[in-house]
């Protein structure tokens, strides 16, 4: 893994984009796409241990296949929440040591109580006798169906693997039974984050509630953003973190105590860099609780909560902020915003994108590359400006120079995010 995050001195080892942010005192040039999400879930079916990449469009057509319920279904409104703002998600089975349903004829593909709801039907074949039709039901759904002579040609689909020594007769329907979830443990989030690493997403989130878990999510947020400069904040339940990567989530849900996380770690992941979430209508499922006074609200605001709030029969986000609460002089007022922080972190990931991809160890550190290095840097910033995600750019403040060695190079640039309008300050002469 390249290097990257912040320095203090030019005593960096590793090759990479290593880039601060304080307050005032692709090979293209292309902004990123937001929309990505990483979740670890305990699941009901599902790959053991592996990331699972779905997109809304595969969750919508294939939910059934990855995840053992079809989209419509009750167990999947999480995840039905979380697709209304992501465009794609990396997903991890948190649940380890299960056990996979099995009968005489086929076991379950994945470990899972899921798999005690499929079934195996076998028939005589209406037009030769000499055949079987084996047909694979999920509860009532009739997934797979094959014509075979005998079980060494039957074919393992998406549901199970058939036994192939098995002697086919005919039954009206066998279930498959000796599922089981197995059981979710600090470990198996400490494994999903591991994982996590090697991918790249706009946020992660974590539906546990339990102090410890929590605190390796925020251990592991600052780790990579401070330390590798890997940019995404992550979203979690009532976690004062104090850390402008941390989005703390103050309210609960009826259903499930921590089940808004869906909702809003997919919103924070899908917010455009020149977008606010602050007002947005809550559109998702769960019933959130939202009875705060006005005063709480503030409160709510001054500890850095991320909070919904009831405005007539719609349930809003009252700001779009993060924990950050106690500023410094590298970190000011501005830090509390997530607006900020996303144009922020879209310009350390679009930035040390063209350097990793097209700079580092192709182009010489001469007056010409560095021109060339500046050239991207100003055409990306222009981006953001057309966008209006910043404000007053002015390329002749970027430069780009060489460092204390021959390999490195020092970019030096100003940026101003712009919010989107919060509050409105009226006055109005009466004559």
Partial sequence: MLGGGNFTVQNKVLPGAYINFVSTQTVATNIGERGVVALGLELDWGKDQEMIEVTSEQFAKDSLKIFGYDYANEKMKGLRDLFKNAVKGYFYKLNNGGEKATNDFATAKYAGKRGNDLKIVIEKNVDNETKFDVITLLETNRVDEQTVATASELVDNDYITFNKEATLVVTASTPLVGGTNGTVTGQSHQD?????????FNALGCLSKEAEVTALYVA????????????????????????????NLKNSADEEETGLIYWVVGTIA????????????????YVANTDYTQSELKECI?????????????????????????????????????QTIRVLDQVATDIGSVFNTKYLGRIPNNESGRVSLWNDIVTLFKEYATLQAIENFDSEEITTEEGNDKKSVVVNSKVQPINAMEKLYMSVVVQ
């Fill in 302 to 338: 001054k500890n850095g909560e991320l909070v919904l709030h009831q405005v007539s029969d719609e349930v809003r986000i009252l700001t779009d902020i993060n924990s950050l609460v106690d500023t410094i002089n590298e970190k000011g007022e501005d830090f509390k915003s997530n």
């Fill in 270 to 285: 899908g917010c455009a860099i020149n977008a606010s979430n602050t007002n947005k209508v809550y559109d998702g499922e």
């Fill in 220 to 247: 592991y947020t600052k780790r990579l953003r401070d330390e590798q400069g890997v940019k995404f904040q992550s979203v979690l339940y009532r976690t004062n973190a104090n850390y402008e990567g941390i989005v």
């Fill in 192 to 200: 999903f984050l591991n994982k996590a690493e090697s991918y790249n």
